[in-house]
């Protein structure tokens, strides 16, 4: 080896310490970036793709954790983590079966490793738990609605309940307020009124199209906030910062309202509440959140076991199904959880003729419109998380001309400062749950649009204290392990 040689594998460790220590510092963007130098010095060391796999994996770009932990595998088969980093990415995408022969490896390499046998002894309860259900569930086609079971008018309040109370059937401005206050105090209201208002947005939201048009009068403003995960204290605070949501301070939430932050199910009480109360008041989009894959995997499911029950389950999903994909702000202004498309010429009408009424499939527009995310480099590539994928400046341009649009708004990826302006000015990313998961560091942002000309006047804001109770608290136990 010459000097040259040896003077790389010198620079690029170097670098690995370096990249350690900003993963460390929970910087995972500038540890990918330096783990990126260490591999172009120095690609034959397993450890640094592994590290690498890692990185993205906190960043949640599981996608790229497979590709760098299966190049780590590559350069060495008896590396236990390369396997161990890709199960942990599979696992995070709901491939279980996958992560399952990954853990296996890792225990054949370590057969005395007491923490791979107990990883392995999870995922293989993961695994037969999933079988279980898979064997006993039926179709979407013969599943009947378990919203169309429920009659809340039934269910008794007991005379000791001291929470937010409705009074009949009409969701009034003083129980909303209430029920914020409750929440705050770390109270659930009682599942009557839970039903209550989960069964009336149902109602609402399965009644209109998959795209909806949103119309912002002169003068008026209208006000989009991004991924809010279960941060409810967050959430508090932007009602705080910009006034609760009303007929004249219209908001719309654009997906990803639970899972992770583990004050999910009031997030997503107060915003079907106050859909209920003003309908023009409060715009809800689907997320890559609001699905039954994920919601098994992030907390969702296991807060609402334990802070309602097994029916609020099933009723969410079923809910989550009839939030529509898309909104369009006065004809100009495009909003959108993830992002474009992996074919030019989608028009607006396609997109309001998406059955959206199912849980997401795993590719076409419905799955594109929740999981893509935009790239620097013209054209399209491959999506870091695996789904969907990421499309360059001219895609945008293109489809904001086809449908005389002069704007995309979408959410679905961290930002330093809650937002991020890309695309020639024509794509703004807005994420609203600040210090994501306690960890990021990250602000949260809102954009607030006045008509008639729909300039973006975006405001950022810091995170509040919330209770001790971390994120990811109700997640699956297996999940928790790798976090």
Known sequence: MGDSSNANVQKAEELKLKANDAFKANKFSQAVDLYDQAIDLNSSNAVYWANRAFAHTKLEEYGSAVQDATKAIEIDP??????????????????????????????????????????????????????????????????????????????????????????????????????????????????????????????????????????VPNGSHFTVCGDVHGQYFDLLNIFELNGLPSEENPYLFNGDFVDRGSFSLEVILTLFAFKCLYPTGMYLARGNHESKSMNKIYGFEGEVKSKLSD?????????????????????????V???????????????????????????????????????????????????????????????????????VVRSHEVKDEGYEIVHDGKLITVFSAPNYCDQMGNKGAFIRFSAPDLKPDIVSFSSVPHPDVKPMAYANNFLRMFQ
């Open 78 to 215: 008896r590396y236990s983590k390369g396997y161990y980093r890709r199960g942990a990415a599979y696992l995070a995408m709901g491939k279980f079966k996958e992560a399952l022969k990954d853990f296996q490896q890792v225990k054949r390499i370590c057969p005395n490793d007491p923490d791979a046998t107990r990883k392995l002894k999870e995922c293989e309860k993961a695994v037969q738990k999933i079988r279980f259900e898979e064997a006993i569930s039926v179709g979407d086609t013969e599943r009947r609605s378990i919203a169309d079971s429920l009659d809340y008018h039934i269910i008794e309040v007991e005379p000791q309940y001291t929470g937010a109370r409705i009074d009949g059937d009409t969701i009034t401005l003083d129980f909303i307020k209430q029920m914020l206050d409750n929440f705050k105090q770390q109270k659930c209201i009682h599942k009557r009124y839970a039903f209550q208002i989960v069964l009336q947005a149902r109602d609402l939201l399965r009644s209109v199209p998959s795209l909806v048009d949103v119309n």
């Open 337 to 407: 959880h993830g992002g474009l498309f992996s074919v030019d010429g989608v028009k607006l009408s396609d997109i309001k003729a998406i059955d959206r009424f199912c849980e997401p499939p795993e590719e076409g527009l419905m799955c594109e419109i929740l999981w893509s995310d935009p790239q620097p480099q013209l054209g399209r590539g491959p999506s870091k998380r695996g789904v969907g994928l990421s499309f360059g400046a001219d895609v945008t341009k293109r489809f904001l001309e086809d449908n005389n649009l002069d704007l």
């Open 311 to 335: 029916t609020f389950v099933e009723l969410f999903a079923e809910v989550f199904c009839c939030l529509p994909l898309a909104h369009v702000i006065n004809k100009k202004v495009f909003v």
